[in-house]
């Protein structure tokens, strides 16, 4: 599925969270959404979650305008995987079936192996019917995060937004969840807030946020050649070695 943001305008107040936005991200492709704190990023994700509504300007999902679509469909299609992801008192298997909740025993467990967190959850002491806590403390970032990926794998989603689900994990951690990461972006249009560069070399697109508007777009060397937003935001990255933006 495609999505075209034209003019994509949100305030709150006085405030502007984001001004005159265009975007076309073609169906199967990955943006990665990039700006310091602040910039605008997540108003943009939860624009198009309609989590929000807009001020001024359209968003339409394949070519249709998704106001004349129920909220429940169009979020149908959507896949969240958040940087801190929600899980509920409840078992594992439960958890990875909020979405769908009528899925087999058959459907979690394939879930749970493509999210690389099947392994773990054999650990636990009684597997898929384990009891997590509220927000799933029994368990590590990293196995929340995995839950989270095996979760947004079971419903399939046509559209998967990320705001960036390793940033805050260890390095052998990260490894894993990219692992489960490269399965669930597959053929899916994938908008990725990023916050290290190993998300980047997996971009289609690149799209740099400063104050609520785009101020740069393009592919790495583009606008690393340009030397301007995006070149500023790598440089520093690189120098603190994957330290959230």
């Not at 599925?1 to 265009?22: C, P, Q, W, Y």
């Not at 309609?50 to 998704?66: H, N």
């Not at 689900?165 to 990260?174: G, K, L, P, Q, R």
Request: hydrophobic letters at 40%; aromatic letters at 6%; glycine letters at 8%.
């Amino acid at each position: 599925m495609s999505l075209e943001l034209r003019g994509i305008t949100k305030r709150f107040g006085a405030l502007v969270a984001n001004d005159d936005i265009h975007l076309d991200v073609a169906a199967g492709e990955i943006h990665a959404i990039l700006g310091e704190n602040g910039a605008g990023k997540s108003t943009l994700v939860n624009l198009m979650c309609r989590f929000y509504d807009l001020s001024e300007g359209s968003i339409a999902l394949d070519g249709v305008d998704i106001k004349q679509l129920k909220v429940a469909d169009y979020r149908r299609h959507i896949g969240l995987v958040l940087q801190e992801p929600f899980l509920f008192f409840g078992t594992i298997a439960d958890n990875i079936a909020y979405g769908k909740p009528d899925a087999t025993r058959a459907e979690i467990v394939a879930a749970a192996r493509a999210a690389h967190a099947h392994d773990f959850i054999l650990r636990l002491p009684q597997g898929y019917d384990s009891l997590v806590g509220e927000r799933g403390q029994s368990l590590s970032g990293g196995e929340r995060q995995r839950i989270s990926i095996a979760r947004a794998l079971l419903i399939d989603p046509r559209i998967l937004i990320m705001d960036e689900a390793t940033s805050s994990v260890d390095s052998e951690t990260e490894q894993e969840i990219q692992k489960a990461l490269d399965n669930l972006v597959q053929g899916r249009t994938t908008i990725a807030i990023a916050h290290r560069l190993s998300t980047l070399n997996q971009a289609d697109r690149l799209v740099v946020m400063e104050q609520g508007v785009v101020v740069e777009e393009g592919d790495h060397e583009t606008l690393m050649a340009r030397q301007g937003a995006y070149w500023r935001l790598y440089e520093a990255s690189y120098k603190r070695q994957y330290a959230p933006w």
